[in-house]
């Protein structure tokens, strides 16, 4: 069973990119928001005859493609997530944050793969793992205030998701590294690349 976990996974999100491009919220946006979803996806799939990550780097990079695609359906401000706003006790809605978070768990897939193949040390690794994420957070926001400032109105506006949050490209990027950190300490501890 665990031989056909990426497969399933694949499937999975194949159906959820379908369902997300039901009836988007706005279709601009959505198209926009897939993108990567789509190009890491197939880089994935198509990958996966050379390379197989362990089920843990799949289950981890899975997050996030689900996340991302949940996200360009409704727009990440308007995913219903009250409840969690409700328990938080605040206003924001931070399914956009959690899925930063969610970001950061490609440190782990990266660390594997250097270390399986054997193109850097265990500490090496983890830095470049951990630099790469900070790295993607902070190009993606770029991207957003390009995307926002060429596109305005309302689809700039819920494609930068900042909610009104003047900090919000900052607090975006934390995220991104936190969950590069909790990724990282998983990695350490579990060490898929020595049972390979």
């Known amino acids: 069973m665990k031989h056909y976990f990426p497969q399933g996974l694949a499937l999975g999100l194949l159906l959820l990119m379908v369902w997300s491009v039901i009836n988007p919220a706005m279709f601009d946006v959505w198209i926009?928001?897939?993108?990567?979803?789509?190009?890491?996806?197939?880089?994935?799939v198509f990958t996966y005859p050379k390379f197989q990550f362990s089920n843990t780097s799949y289950a981890l990079m899975s997050i996030w493609l689900i996340m991302h695609t949940i996200g360009a359906h409704y727009t990440f401000a308007n995913v219903p997530f009250d409840w969690f706003t409700e328990w938080w006790g605040g206003e924001r809605n931070h399914f956009d944050r959690i899925a930063h978070f969610s970001v950061g768990f490609y440190a782990y897939p990266m660390v594997e793969l250097l270390l399986?193949?054997?193109?850097?040390?265990p500490v090496a690794a983890?830095?470049?793992?951990?630099?790469?994420?900070?790295?993607?957070?902070?190009?993606?926001?770029?991207i957003e205030w390009w995307y926002a400032d060429l596109a305005g109105g309302d689809a700039g506006i819920e494609f930068l998701g900042s909610q009104g949050d003047i900090w919000d490209?900052?607090?975006d990027m934390l995220a991104d590294?936190?969950?590069?950190?909790?990724?990282?300490i998983l990695y350490f501890f579990k060490r898929p690349d020595r049972r390979a």
């Open 116 to 121: 399986k193949k054997k193109w850097a040390a």
């Open 177 to 184: 590294t936190l969950g590069a950190i909790a990724a990282l």
């Open 126 to 142: 983890g830095f470049f793992g951990l630099f790469m994420i900070m790295s993607v957070a902070a190009g993606y926001e770029i």
């Open 32 to 44: 926009a928001e897939m993108i990567p979803v789509i190009g890491i996806y197939l880089l994935l």
């Open 169 to 171: 490209a900052q607090k």
